[in-house]
């Protein structure tokens, strides 16, 4: 119990960090990527403008994109260590909590487990707890993937617009730039929405091929 409390304080606190930071350069992102896509328009926030000053604005869009990707990159290195250990233990987690609710569903000795309620509602509840957890970090990391892709494809769109367009996009869209972003737990695996049901699909399996593991010793225990 000491154990699981103080990963639950770990997690939380964790996930919050990233909520907090992820979140606020999604949002950065998602303003940028509104500011880009006036260039598909040809207009500026103040109505049409000069070629001057729409090659000068995109510059600095574009720059401003760079360094967020930067600090995306870096939040992706920083965090890959804490991303990986947090699923690992998260994964055992929610595995062995499962298998210990399952165990005691289908208990038949009731004498043995009086407790049956007690040890399903902890069950459940630690499971519950790294759900949520595990949900926050996993939208988070998607939410700033997605808004960064999604520049990459605004900028796609404005590159057809003119060739002044063209020249200055070619010169930041480096190959880095042009590749998707992704967080990963230290490049293992990738983390995003698809995550939680990934887990969950590998327990569901992990419980049934027990269930069925354990109807089969029933059935030859009883022919014997």
Avoid at 18 to 33: D, H, P
Avoid at 39 to 46: A, K, L, V
Avoid at 81 to 96: D, K
């Amino acid at each position: 119990m000491l154990v699981y409390s103080l990963q639950m304080l770990y997690s939380g606190v964790f996930a919050v960090y990233l909520r907090t930071v992820l979140k606020s350069l999604a949002l950065r992102i998602e303003f940028l990527n509104r500011r880009l896509d006036a260039f598909t328009r040809q207009e500026g926030p103040g109505g049409r403008r000069s070629d001057r000053e729409n090659w000068r604005e995109l510059s600095n869009l574009i720059e401003v994109f760079c360094k967020l990707r930067y600090i995306t990159e870096n939040m992706n290195s920083v965090a890959g260590v804490g991303l990986l250990f947090f699923f690992g233990f998260a994964f055992y987690t929610v595995t062995n909590q499962s298998y210990l609710a399952f165990s005691t569903l289908t208990a038949r000795s009731s004498s043995e487990h009086a407790d049956l309620a007690d040890t399903m509602g902890l069950s459940c509840a630690w499971v519950l707890a790294e759900t949520v957890t595990m949900a926050v970090i996993c939208s988070s990391c998607d939410c700033l993937a997605s808004a960064a892709n999604t520049t990459s494809q605004i900028l796609a769109r404005v590159y057809g617009e003119s060739k002044e367009f063209q020249n200055i996009i070619d010169k930041f869209l480096t190959k880095s730039i042009k590749q998707e972003v992704q967080f990963t737990a230290y490049g293992f695996f990738a983390i995003d929405n698809s995550t939680l049901f990934k887990i969950f699909s590998a327990v569901t399996t992990y419980l049934s091929h027990l269930g069925a593991v354990q109807a089969a010793g029933g059935l030859q225990g009883g022919g014997g």
